[in-house]
């Protein structure tokens, strides 16, 4: 099934790159008899696409897939490594988010919600499932439905690290006014008018067509939803990004010229890293976007079909590395984490153990005062 190139029509379906936020679509030519088929969108297709209920036109230049199989090993580790390490980090963040009602702890949890529902949309249920494993036609209806939850899923991500920025601007420039206007309600209730407004922005991407293989220039609908796109998850973000980060290591800097120790929390250093990850790692896939709607179509040029696959690759990683970020800047969350491994790992040797014998345990829960430091 994955063994062919991309662009041979005898071969049987292949997965290959697509140009949804992180999606992938199963790609195959029509066989003798056999119409062609149309699967959910994934992080990494560039097969012809029916989702007007049209056969788009073919060419003879058409790009072959020179990434073969990697994306489907690449996905499949992500899935496999990302949603335990990301379930697992959501566990810690919802344990310290009670325990010291910061709204930093609060972001970062319904951060890595985001993180979860996108690889459980996009790889899961998108790549793995629909495409590789059940590789059959499905409603055009549940095709577009999932465009939505992608894009829903993306905006959100980047939103709650936009709701973090902002609270950590707030902290360290205008720390009175933090002080009087945060409180655990008001946190809440700013995650759910982004969750709200994430899932509205993601509608209009029902329309969102298959840009890797258009073979004609971008319709109006087309332009406007990849600049939409664009702006929203990255131009509009980063601007905020780029202004209250360099506020932030200003007013650390004149802290240090006016003899005082700039002292940078573990909430702004994790800060930092989250946003300058983001940045690096969405550059890519919106510099090969930008290219694709107004230099050259993918299906006529093989190395930006690689771009495009490993484009789409390096974004997705963003899902997963916070948990490596977290772990390396917070030694409090490092402890979190090693108690809730030691409280799942405490029932199965109970378990294990013959009825009367005791077992005492190897690590105590970490005790976290009440104004613990991320």
């Known amino acids: 099934m994955l063994g062919g190139t991309c662009g041979d029509p005898q071969e049987k379906p292949q997965v290959t790159s697509h140009s949804g936020p992180r999606t992938m679509r199963l790609e195959g030519q029509e066989a003798a008899g056999q119409p062609r088929v149309t699967v959910l969108p994934t992080p990494n297709g560039s097969g012809p696409s029916q989702e007007f209920g049209g056969h788009w036109p073919e060419t003879p230049e058409r790009s072959p897939c020179v990434a ?27 344990r310290l988010a009670a325990r010291t009602r910061k709204p930093s702890y609060c972001y970062l949890l319904a951060l890595t919600a985001s993180d979860i529902v996108t690889q459980v949309v996009i790889v ?22 999932a465009n939505i939850l992608e894009f829903a899923a993306v905006h959100a991500s980047v939103w709650i690290a936009v709701l973090l920025t902002v609270d950590r601007y707030s902290a360290l420039c205008h720390p009175l006014h933090h002080r009087v206007a945060s409180s655990p309600g008001r946190t809440r209730r700013d ?21 890797w293989r258009d073979a004609d220039p971008p319709s109006t609908l087309d332009e406007v939803l990849k600049w939409a796109h664009c702006l929203t998850v990255y131009f509009i973000p980063c601007g905020i990004f780029l202004v209250t980060n360099s506020a932030i290591v ?91 491994i030691h409280d799942v790992h405490l029932p199965c040797v109970l378990g294990s153990q013959p009825e009367g014998t005791v077992v005492e345990p190897g690590l105590k829960p970490p005790g976290h005062p009440e104004r613990a430091e991320l």
């Not at 899961?124 to 494993?133: D, I, N, S, Y």
């Not at 200003?250 to 994790?270: D, E, F, M, N, Y």
């Open 68 to 94: 073969g199989v990697i994306p489907v090993f690449y996905y499949s580790v992500l899935l496999v490594l990302g949603l335990p390490v990301n379930l697992l980090t959501a566990v810690a963040l919802a």
């Open 191 to 211: 995650i759910t008018i982004v969750l709200g407004a994430a899932l509205l922005t993601g509608i209009p991407f029902y329309w969102w067509l298959d840009v």
């Open 250 to 340: 200003s007013r650390l800097r004149r802290r240090g010229q006016s003899g005082l120790q700039p002292r940078v929390g573990k909430s702004t250093a994790i800060l930092l890293g989250l946003t300058t990850l983001f940045t690096f790692l969405w550059a890519p896939r919106i510099c090969v976007m930008l290219y694709h709607l107004y230099v050259v179509p993918v299906h006529r040029d093989w190395r930006l079909h690689l771009a495009s696959d490993v484009a789409n690759m390096v974004a997705m990683l963003n899902t997963v590395v916070n948990f490596g970020l977290y772990c390396f800047v917070s030694k409090t969350f490092r402890a979190t984490i090693r108690e809730v």
């Open 124 to 145: 899961f249920v998108g790549f793995l499932l629909q495409g590789a494993v059940l590789a059959r036609e499905v409603p055009q209806a549940v095709v577009r439905t």
